[in-house]
Every structure is written in structure tokens, then in C-alpha cells.
């Protein structure tokens, strides 16, 4: 009875039976990085600053944990124009990768998150919206990670131990965040903020985009039926 390889097969192994060996990532989940100059970042981010502290005052009390969220609507105020700018700029080149055409994007909602010392986001999405966005405002040390979630719970029936995680094995990846950048993703991929561990305030901005004229011009079928009927 023949013996199965000790190792897997690689087209480097001059016996190998393979002509090639190809890997594709199907059905990839796109998370768009994209960052300021800090030329503009640095005098934006003390503006923002400045509004979001403004906005929370006077300050509740928290219970641990939470932190201070300003009601969905800052997208209408001229102090956060700029930025709503940046993001809708932004998301259109993310639907310029996906081949999306037609359709106009929309800032839905959008909110200023300020996580305290001990605060922390836990898993959600943002439903209703066909892209979400993240801003980073001010954060310190220690603070700058987005950590976003498998979409796929299947995945994770088995996980067997690994050398390396990568891409392809990992159930979840953790994003840097910095000051000045912004972080655009689908709204339905999970996603939480770790606790806040250092002495200093976490700012960031939320951002949820929709097609403005989704119903009328993009719901249709992809379809046309077989027995073609006249309005
Ligand atoms: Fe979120």
C-alpha cells in the first residue's frame, strides 16, 4: 500500500507531481484604510477635538465601561462638515473599487464616540447601511486598535492549531487605529473597540452610509424574467 506524503506537496519540490499550485482568497471582505496628510489631519483633529468635547457636556456619569456618544446626527452640523466630506470622498472611491455603479452615498448617521479610561465598544454592526467608516480623533497610547470579526461562524467549527495566523485562518483581525486615519467597511462585519487601558480619552468618529436613492434606482431584480411582460 503506497504511504501518503509526510508534507503537503509544493510546486517547489523538484518531484513534485504539480505543475502549479495557486491560492485565491474568494469571497474577500474589503476594509479600506485611508489616511490623512498630516497636514491636514493635525489642525482638523484639534477642531474636532474641540466640537466633540463640546457636544457631551455637561457629562453624565458612567457605569463601567461605557463611554459618551453623541446622538446620530452630528453629520448635520457645519463643525463636522469637513470630515463628512472626507469620509463621502472616500466611500465613493470604495465603490469605485467595487464596480459599484449608479447610485449615490449618503451619510445616514454618524456620532462622536469619546471611550474614557476603562471604556470599551463591544461586537456590533451597523445595520441598514451598505458601508460604515470610522475616524480616529485622538488616541493615546496604548488605544489604537479596531478589532473586526470573522463574518463567517462556520469557520470556526474547526480551528486546528496554527504556526502563523494569517488571513486566512485568524477568526478575527485587529486594525491599527491613528490619529488621522479612517476605516471604511461594510456595515453588517462585526466589529468592537478593546477596553481603554491607558489614562487619556479615546475620541473617534462613527459614519454609516447608504445609497440615497437605493429604492428607486438599485432594489430591482438583477434579473430579467423569460416571458417578458409590458407595464
Ligand atoms: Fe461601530
Redesign the pocket.
Known sequence: MSQPPASPPSSSQSHSPFQSVAVEAVFPTPLWLVDLAPAVAEPLNRRLVAAILGLIEPRRALPPGANWQTDPVIHRRPEFAEVCQLVLQAAKGAQTFLKVSGGTLAITGAWANVNPPGGL?SA???PNNWL?A?YYVQIPPGTGAIRFADPRPQAQVLMPPVSERTSFTANDITVEAKPGRLVLFPGWLL?SVPVNRSQQERISL?FNLMFRDFTDKMAAPLWQGTAPLKD
Open positions: 465598544n456590533h454592526g451597523h460604515s470610522v466589529h462613527a
